[in-house]
């Protein structure tokens, strides 16, 4: 892809730095927690433990994050390594399997700090499934990272890739022209939010009711981004290469898919939809039938589909 190492490590770095800084309102922001979402993605995840009836199967979830597909695969009674960069977002992960309290949950799944492509360069592991989950646009070089994860999946497993951005010269022109509404939304809208917020702590932080206070940080972390006024902080991180390839123009799912069936793996489900920040926005693309992220459920060709798995 034409990344240098030297870009490929700031492209780590700067990930690293900015999900540590927003780990704790990370899940407060995300579209796929919204219950239409979730509802999908649990359907999903369904099908994909129907390729293991008897068996507790193997799942390696790269870029794991808080752990929303963690905790799901889990509860379906897999054995779950998470690997994240973050220790700010292992952290937030680490405190919701606490909050569940459930010796079996803790037991199967095992925390891992480290860089995914570190991470695949240096296991001998191998899973029945692997898990990139809104991860590929973070990732340097993500079809050489897919190269790799395929060559530690067994025979008969899958893999499931999820919730990254398409690459934008492959939409319409209304596609296009709903992406950049919503990054103008995030930009001016939600900037400006920021910035009330800022002047209203700054200057009657003491002085708010508490209910008033929690009842507007709600409100915020419902979606208003992170940005802080210039003058707040001189060094933070550059989206630019946390939202690498997001920044370029989004992932070719055509490509994707190609690199996949050169590793050996058939292409089950390939499906482009709509999910954006905001509930309402999301509708809209919906109505418009403008998607703007993709997902692919792929499966080992050395062992057949499994008899009943079927979507529910």
């Known amino acids: 892809m034409g990344i240098t190492p030297e870009q490929a490590e700031k492209i780590r770095e700067h990930n690293r730095w900015a999900h540590d800084l927003g780990a704790t309102t990370y899940d407060d922001k995300q579209p796929y927690m919204m219950p239409s979402a979730v509802t999908e993605f649990q359907k999903d995840i ?4 129907s390729f293991f009836p008897k068996d507790s199967p193997r799942v390696l979830d ?44 803790t037991a199967s799944i095992q925390i891992v700090e ?80 920021y910035r009330i917020r800022y002047l209203c702590e700054r200057f009657w932080a003491n002085s708010l009711p508490d209910a008033i206070q929690k009842a507007w940080r709600m409100f915020y972390a419902s ?8 003058s707040e902080t001189k060094t933070k991180p550059d989206i630019s290469l946390v939202e690498y390839h997001d920044v370029c123009g989004g992932i070719d799912e055509q490509e994707v898919i190609a690199v996949l069936k050169t590793q050996g793996l058939q292409i089950l489900r390939s499906e482009k939809f709509c999910l954006y920040r905001h509930a309402w926005l999301t509708g809209l693309a919906r109505s418009l039938r403008c998607p703007n992220v993709f997902k692919i459920i792929a499966h080992s060709t050395s062992s057949p589909i499994p008899v009943g798995g079927t979507y529910e």
């Open 46 to 49: 369904r099908y994909l433990r």
């Open 62 to 105: 790269l870029g794991c994050g808080t752990g929303f597909m963690t905790l799901a695969f889990a509860e379906q009674l897999c054995w779950v390594t998470s690997v994240d960069i973050s220790s700010g977002m292992l952290a937030e992960l680490r405190r919701k399997i606490a909050i569940e309290a459930c010796t079996t949950l």
């Open 114 to 193: 480290e860089d995914v492509d570190k991470f695949l360069a240096n296991t001998d592991a191998l899973y029945d499934g692997i898990v990139f989950h809104s991860v590929l646009h973070h990732l340097p070089d993500y079809l050489e990272t897919l190269k790799q994860a395929c060559r530690r999946l067994l025979p008969g497993g899958f893999l499931y890739i999820a919730t990254d951005p398409l690459n934008r010269k492959m939409m319409t022109p209304l596609n296009r022209w709903m992406a950049r509404a919503s990054e103008l939304e995030e930009k001016w809208v939600n900037a400006s939010l």
């Open 223 to 230: 979606g208003a981004s992170q940005r802080t006024p210039d």
